[in-house]
C-alpha cells in the first residue's frame, strides 16, 4: 500500500513538473495571453555612445550632430554635476583621461572646465583614436535645446541627489518623458530614480534585477512574471577583452566571458521581451561582426561608438522586422 502511494506521488509530481514545463514554454513563446504589451514612444535600432566617440571627440555636440545628421536614432551620454551646479555631459568625474588635467568635474566651474584632449583613445575599441575641432563640455540642457524629439540615454554616474534632481527637472522641462531613459551601474541611484521620476520615463534594468530576469528565465518563471522595465541593455559579451578590456579581473577570465556569452544571449529569452513591448539594446558593437552577432540573437537595437559604420550596415544588411511590430 505504501509502495503504491509512494509511486502515485511520483507519478502526480511528475504530471505536475510536466504541466508546468508545458505552459511555461507556451507562455514564453505567446506572453499577451498574461501580459498587457508595454507601448514605447520611441523604437531605435541605431544608437550612438558617448555621441559617437569613435568619429569625433566623445560627447561633444560636434559628436553628437554628426551622429544625428548620419541616421543615429538615440544617443547615450553620462552626466555629472559642475561645483556651480550645472549638468554637463562627461564619462568621467576625473578628467585626467578625458583632458590630462587631475581635476573633478565636481570640483569645477562650468566655464573652468579644461577643453578635451586633442586625441582621445576610444574605450571600447583600444588602440584606436578618435579626432575632432570641437573639444569643449557640453550642457545637458543645451542637447535638450538642439535634438528636442531625440531619444537619449542619460547615464547618472554619481549617487548625487542634487544630480539626479536637477536631470529629472530638466526631462521634465524640456518634456522628454516619454522617450528618455535612465540609466545608471548603481543600484542605489536607479532605486532613487525610479522614485522621484516620473512614472512614464523610461528604465532599463538595473544589475541586480538583470540577474534575477535570467533566474527567471532558467527557471521557466519568466511568462508568469511582470516586468516593470521598458528596455534591457547589456554588453554584447564577445566584445569583452577583445575591443574591451575591462577594469575588473574576474571578466578578464576567458571562462567567465564565455559563460557570460552562452548565459545571457539567448534568442528566446530576447524574442519573450520584445513580444512583451521591451527593446534589447546591445553594446558597444565597434566592428561589423559584432553588429552582426547581435543582431542575430534578437537584439533590437544596437550601440556603436561609429555611428556611420552601424548606419551602413543596417543599410546594406537590414534585420528582419521586429516580432510585433511598434505602435
Given amino acids: 500500500m505504501k509502495s503504491c502511494l509512494f509511486y502515485s506521488g511520483i507519478l502526480l509530481l511528475c504530471l505536475a513538473v ?24 520611441f ?8 555621441g559617437g566617440s569613435g568619429e569625433k571627440i566623445e560627447n561633444t555636440m560636434e559628436a553628437f550632430t554628426h551622429a544625428v545628421a548620419v541616421g543615429t536614432e538615440m544617443l547615450e551620454m553620462d552626466c555629472h554635476l559642475t561645483s556651480d551646479g550645472y549638468v554637463v555631459i562627461s564619462h568621467d ?65 554619481e549617487n548625487n541627489d ?7 527637472n530638466l526631462v521634465k522641462q524640456y518634456h522628454r518623458e516619454s522617450f528618455t531613459v535612465w540609466a545608471s551601474e548603481e543600484s ?30 532558467y527557471t521557466g518563471l519568466l511568462p508568469f512574471v511582470p516586468l516593470g522595465e521598458s528596455l534591457l541593455l547589456f554588453y554584447l559579451p564577445s566584445i569583452i577583452n577583445r575591443t574591451y578590456i ?37 553594446f558597444v558593437c565597434n566592428e561589423e561582426s559584432d553588429m552582426e552577432a547581435a543582431f542575430a540573437v534578437g537584439a533590437t537595437g544596437v550601440m556603436s561608438d561609429y555611428p556611420t559604420l552601424l548606419t551602413n550596415y543596417i543599410k546594406k544588411h537590414p534585420p528582419p522586422p521586429p516580432i510585433t511590430q511598434p505602435r
Fill in 18 to 41: 510536466g504541466l508546468y514545463v508545458v505552459c511555461s514554454l507556451y507562455l514564453l513563446r505567446n506572453p499577451r495571453i498574461l501580459h498587457k504589451r508595454k507601448r514605447l514612444e
Fill in 43 to 50: 523604437y531605435c535600432r541605431h544608437i550612438s555612445h558617448r
Fill in 93 to 157: 568625474n576625473n578628467l585626467m583621461r578625458q583632458t590630462g588635467y587631475d581635476k573633478t568635474v565636481s570640483s569645477l566651474r562650468f566655464q573652468d572646465l579644461p577643453l578635451y584632449e586633442e586625441r582621445l583613445e576610444v574605450t571600447f575599441y583600444v588602440g584606436h583614436y578618435s579626432t575632432g575641432k570641437d573639444r569643449k563640455f557640453v550642457l545637458l540642457e543645451d542637447l535638450f535645446k538642439k535634438f528636442p524629439s531625440m531619444p537619449m540615454i542619460l547615464e547618472i554616474k
Fill in 162 to 168: 542634487l544630480l539626479i534632481k536637477k536631470v529629472s
Fill in 188 to 217: 542605489d541611484v536607479m532605486a532613487k530614480l525610479i522614485i522621484d521620476v516620473v512614472i512614464k520615463i523610461s528604465k532599463p534594468f538595473k544589475r541586480n534585477r538583470g540577474i534575477l530576469l535570467l533566474l527567471l528565465f
Fill in 246 to 282: 575591462p577594469e575588473g579581473a574576474i571578466l578578464k577570465k576567458r571562462f567567465v566571458v564565455y559563460l557570460l556569452q552562452k548565459l545571457t544571449m539567448r534568442k528566446s529569452l530576447f524574442e519573450h521581451l520584445i513580444k512583451r513591448g521591451l527593446q534589447v539594446q546591445l
